[in-house]
Protein backbone atom coordinates (compact mmCIF):
# COMPACT_ATOMS: atom_id res chain seq x y z
CA UNK A 1 0.00 0.00 0.00
CA UNK A 2 1.19 3.44 -1.23
CA UNK A 3 1.94 5.81 1.96
CA UNK A 4 1.54 9.27 2.22
CA UNK A 5 4.30 11.83 1.59
CA UNK A 6 5.79 13.22 4.95
CA UNK A 7 4.72 16.68 4.02
CA UNK A 8 0.71 15.69 3.75
CA UNK A 9 1.34 13.00 6.74
CA UNK A 10 2.03 16.32 8.88
CA UNK A 11 -1.27 17.93 6.86
CA UNK A 12 -3.02 15.44 8.04
CA UNK A 13 -1.82 15.10 11.61
CA UNK A 14 -2.14 18.73 12.52
CA UNK A 15 -5.89 18.44 11.17
CA UNK A 16 -6.28 15.49 13.40
CA UNK A 17 -4.83 17.17 16.65
CA UNK A 18 -7.13 20.51 15.83
CA UNK A 19 -10.22 17.52 15.99
CA UNK A 20 -8.54 15.95 19.25
CA UNK A 21 -8.02 19.01 21.19
CA UNK A 22 -11.76 19.66 21.38
CA UNK A 23 -12.18 16.16 22.99
CA UNK A 24 -11.24 14.78 26.48
CA UNK A 25 -8.04 13.05 26.92
CA UNK A 26 -4.68 13.94 25.38
CA UNK A 27 -4.85 15.20 22.08
CA UNK A 28 -2.24 12.92 20.81
CA UNK A 29 -3.04 9.97 22.94
CA UNK A 30 -6.83 10.66 21.47
CA UNK A 31 -4.90 10.79 17.86
CA UNK A 32 -2.86 7.38 18.41
CA UNK A 33 -5.29 5.20 19.50
CA UNK A 34 -7.52 6.19 16.13
CA UNK A 35 -4.23 5.46 13.85
CA UNK A 36 -3.30 2.08 15.78
CA UNK A 37 -7.20 1.26 14.74
CA UNK A 38 -6.67 2.48 11.47
CA UNK A 39 -3.47 0.09 11.29
CA UNK A 40 -5.28 -2.73 12.31
CA UNK A 41 -8.27 -2.57 10.04
CA UNK A 42 -5.05 -2.81 7.25
CA UNK A 43 -3.75 -5.57 8.74
CA UNK A 44 -6.46 -7.35 8.61
CA UNK A 45 -7.65 -6.66 5.22
CA UNK A 46 -4.16 -5.77 3.45
CA UNK A 47 -1.41 -6.81 5.70
CA UNK A 48 -2.44 -10.75 6.49
CA UNK A 49 -1.78 -12.12 3.70
CA UNK A 50 1.79 -10.29 3.22
CA UNK A 51 4.49 -13.28 3.58
CA UNK A 52 7.17 -10.93 4.19
CA UNK A 53 5.00 -9.47 7.30
CA UNK A 54 4.22 -13.02 8.23
CA UNK A 55 7.56 -13.63 8.39
CA UNK A 56 8.38 -10.66 10.08
CA UNK A 57 6.11 -11.51 13.11
CA UNK A 58 7.76 -14.99 13.39
CA UNK A 59 10.82 -13.20 13.80
CA UNK A 60 9.30 -10.72 16.73
CA UNK A 61 7.32 -13.79 18.40
CA UNK A 62 4.30 -12.94 17.22
CA UNK A 63 2.63 -8.95 18.43
CA UNK A 64 3.59 -7.25 21.60
CA UNK A 65 0.90 -8.17 24.60
CA UNK A 66 -1.49 -5.42 24.47
CA UNK A 67 -1.30 -5.27 20.45
CA UNK A 68 -2.27 -9.21 20.55
CA UNK A 69 -5.24 -8.66 23.21
CA UNK A 70 -6.27 -6.08 20.63
CA UNK A 71 -6.51 -7.64 17.84
CA UNK A 72 -7.81 -10.76 19.86
CA UNK A 73 -11.19 -8.64 20.86
CA UNK A 74 -11.53 -7.50 17.10
CA UNK A 75 -12.39 -11.23 16.56
CA UNK A 76 -9.13 -12.24 14.38
CA UNK A 77 -9.03 -16.16 16.09
CA UNK A 78 -8.79 -17.44 12.74
CA UNK A 79 -6.09 -14.81 11.28
CA UNK A 80 -3.99 -14.88 14.79
CA UNK A 81 -4.38 -18.59 15.04
CA UNK A 82 -2.62 -19.29 11.86
CA UNK A 83 -0.05 -16.24 12.86
CA UNK A 84 0.79 -18.10 16.23
CA UNK A 85 0.82 -21.29 14.18
CA UNK A 86 3.69 -20.40 12.66
CA UNK A 87 5.13 -18.79 15.54
CA UNK A 88 4.84 -21.90 18.02
CA UNK A 89 6.42 -24.13 15.47
CA UNK A 90 9.28 -21.60 15.20
CA UNK A 91 9.75 -21.37 18.78
CA UNK A 92 9.06 -25.23 19.09
CA UNK A 93 12.09 -25.84 17.04
CA UNK A 94 14.10 -23.80 18.63
CA UNK A 95 13.48 -25.68 22.49
CA UNK A 96 13.60 -29.17 20.69
CA UNK A 97 17.32 -27.62 19.57
CA UNK A 98 18.34 -26.48 23.16
CA UNK A 99 16.71 -29.42 24.82
CA UNK A 100 18.87 -31.82 22.63
CA UNK A 101 21.69 -29.85 23.32
CA UNK A 102 21.25 -29.32 27.74
CA UNK A 103 20.04 -33.23 27.55
CA UNK A 104 23.14 -34.74 26.31
CA UNK A 105 25.38 -32.71 28.35
CA UNK A 106 26.98 -35.52 31.05
CA UNK A 107 27.57 -34.86 34.46
CA UNK A 108 31.67 -34.65 34.82
CA UNK A 109 34.01 -33.51 37.25
CA UNK A 110 34.62 -29.40 37.12
CA UNK A 111 37.83 -28.30 35.65
CA UNK A 112 39.55 -25.06 35.11
CA UNK A 113 38.92 -23.67 32.06
CA UNK A 114 40.04 -20.37 30.72
CA UNK A 115 37.82 -17.01 30.23
CA UNK A 116 37.22 -18.10 26.32
CA UNK A 117 35.65 -21.21 26.99
CA UNK A 118 33.83 -20.30 29.65
CA UNK A 119 32.30 -17.29 27.65
CA UNK A 120 32.05 -19.81 24.08
CA UNK A 121 29.79 -22.23 26.00
CA UNK A 122 27.81 -19.65 27.62
CA UNK A 123 27.13 -18.42 23.84
CA UNK A 124 26.40 -22.12 22.75
CA UNK A 125 23.99 -22.23 25.34
CA UNK A 126 21.81 -18.96 24.14
CA UNK A 127 18.74 -19.10 22.31
CA UNK A 128 16.61 -16.73 20.89
CA UNK A 129 13.39 -18.42 22.13
CA UNK A 130 12.85 -14.73 24.00
CA UNK A 131 10.16 -12.64 22.60
CA UNK A 132 11.18 -9.52 20.68
CA UNK A 133 8.38 -7.53 21.25
CA UNK A 134 10.53 -4.42 20.35
CA UNK A 135 10.03 -5.61 17.02
CA UNK A 136 6.13 -5.35 16.99
CA UNK A 137 4.90 -3.85 13.80
CA UNK A 138 2.29 -2.26 15.37
CA UNK A 139 4.63 -0.68 18.08
CA UNK A 140 7.04 0.74 15.51
CA UNK A 141 4.41 2.18 13.49
CA UNK A 142 3.27 3.59 16.48
CA UNK A 143 6.52 5.28 17.98
CA UNK A 144 7.43 6.57 14.14
CA UNK A 145 3.87 8.09 13.81
CA UNK A 146 3.84 9.13 17.75
CA UNK A 147 7.18 11.21 16.72
CA UNK A 148 5.53 12.79 13.75
CA UNK A 149 2.76 14.22 15.73
CA UNK A 150 5.22 15.22 18.41
CA UNK A 151 7.03 17.28 15.66
CA UNK A 152 3.87 18.66 13.64
CA UNK A 153 2.35 19.66 17.41
CA UNK A 154 4.95 21.83 18.06
CA UNK A 155 5.60 23.45 14.79
CA UNK A 156 2.02 24.03 15.18
CA UNK A 157 2.15 25.79 18.55
CA UNK A 158 3.38 28.80 16.14
CA UNK A 159 -0.26 29.41 15.14
CA UNK A 160 -2.30 31.25 17.00
CA UNK A 161 -5.24 28.78 16.45
CA UNK A 162 -3.40 25.52 17.68
CA UNK A 163 -2.00 27.36 20.74
CA UNK A 164 -5.75 28.83 21.78
CA UNK A 165 -6.95 25.30 20.95
CA UNK A 166 -4.32 23.07 22.95
CA UNK A 167 -5.12 25.93 26.26
CA UNK A 168 -9.08 25.18 25.84
CA UNK A 169 -8.00 21.33 25.87
CA UNK A 170 -7.30 18.73 28.23
CA UNK A 171 -3.51 19.23 27.70
CA UNK A 172 -1.34 16.47 26.43
CA UNK A 173 -0.33 13.50 28.94
CA UNK A 174 2.72 13.67 30.64
CA UNK A 175 4.34 11.10 28.79
CA UNK A 176 3.91 13.24 25.50
CA UNK A 177 4.42 16.79 26.90
CA UNK A 178 7.83 15.54 27.91
CA UNK A 179 8.42 14.35 24.35
CA UNK A 180 7.10 17.52 22.73
CA UNK A 181 9.02 19.77 25.59
CA UNK A 182 12.28 17.71 24.84
CA UNK A 183 11.65 17.78 20.81
CA UNK A 184 11.31 21.71 20.95
CA UNK A 185 14.39 22.19 23.30
CA UNK A 186 16.64 19.99 21.07
CA UNK A 187 15.08 22.18 18.00
CA UNK A 188 15.66 25.09 19.75
CA UNK A 189 12.00 25.87 19.04
CA UNK A 190 10.53 29.19 19.77
CA UNK A 191 6.98 27.66 20.53
CA UNK A 192 8.77 25.91 23.52
CA UNK A 193 6.94 28.95 25.83
CA UNK A 194 3.50 28.61 23.72
CA UNK A 195 4.16 24.64 24.92
CA UNK A 196 4.93 25.62 28.67
CA UNK A 197 2.03 28.29 28.47
CA UNK A 198 -0.37 25.98 27.62
CA UNK A 199 0.30 22.94 29.38
CA UNK A 200 0.38 24.96 32.61
CA UNK A 201 -2.94 26.36 31.92
CA UNK A 202 -4.36 22.96 30.97
CA UNK A 203 -3.20 21.71 34.31
CA UNK A 204 -4.44 24.43 36.44
CA UNK A 205 -8.26 24.06 35.07
CA UNK A 206 -7.65 20.44 35.85
CA UNK A 207 -6.38 20.97 39.53
CA UNK A 208 -9.33 23.23 39.99
CA UNK A 209 -12.14 20.68 39.23
CA UNK A 210 -10.43 17.24 40.71
CA UNK A 211 -10.51 19.96 43.74
CA UNK A 212 -13.94 20.79 43.58
CA UNK A 213 -14.84 17.51 42.86
CA UNK A 214 -13.31 16.46 46.05
CA UNK A 215 -14.62 18.66 47.78
CA UNK A 216 -18.64 18.24 47.05
CA UNK A 217 -17.72 14.97 48.32
CA UNK A 218 -17.86 16.30 51.58
CA UNK A 219 -21.34 15.62 53.16
CA UNK A 220 -21.44 19.07 54.17
CA UNK A 221 -21.04 20.28 50.29
CA UNK A 222 -22.88 17.08 48.77
CA UNK A 223 -26.59 19.14 48.16
CA UNK A 224 -24.93 21.30 45.28
CA UNK A 225 -25.47 20.80 42.44
CA UNK A 226 -23.04 18.68 40.11
CA UNK A 227 -21.12 19.56 36.92
CA UNK A 228 -18.08 18.95 34.58
CA UNK A 229 -16.20 19.16 37.75
CA UNK A 230 -17.41 15.40 38.49
CA UNK A 231 -15.56 13.63 35.59
CA UNK A 232 -12.64 16.13 36.28
CA UNK A 233 -10.55 12.57 37.55
CA UNK A 234 -10.68 11.03 33.70
CA UNK A 235 -8.64 14.66 32.29
CA UNK A 236 -6.62 14.67 35.74
CA UNK A 237 -5.74 10.66 35.06
Not at 93 to 119: C, G, H, I, N, Q
Not at 135 to 150: G, M
Not at 158 to 175: D, F, K, R
Not at 211 to 226: A, C, G, I, M, T
Request: charged share 25%; proline share 3%; hydrophobic share 35%.
Amino acid sequence: MPELSTDMQRSRGADDLRAAFKREGCPVCTVMLEYVEQSMDRWEYEGFSDVEHRHQLIRSRGFCPLHTWQLARRSNAFRLGLIYTEVLTDVLLELDAVYSRFSSTKVRPPKRESAWKRWWRSRRHQTDVRPAFEQCPFCYNRASTEERLISTLVQALASEEICVLHAQSTGLCLAHFTQAFQFAQKQQSVTISYLLACQRTCTRRTLEDVRELVRKHDYRFSNESHGGEMTSWRRAA
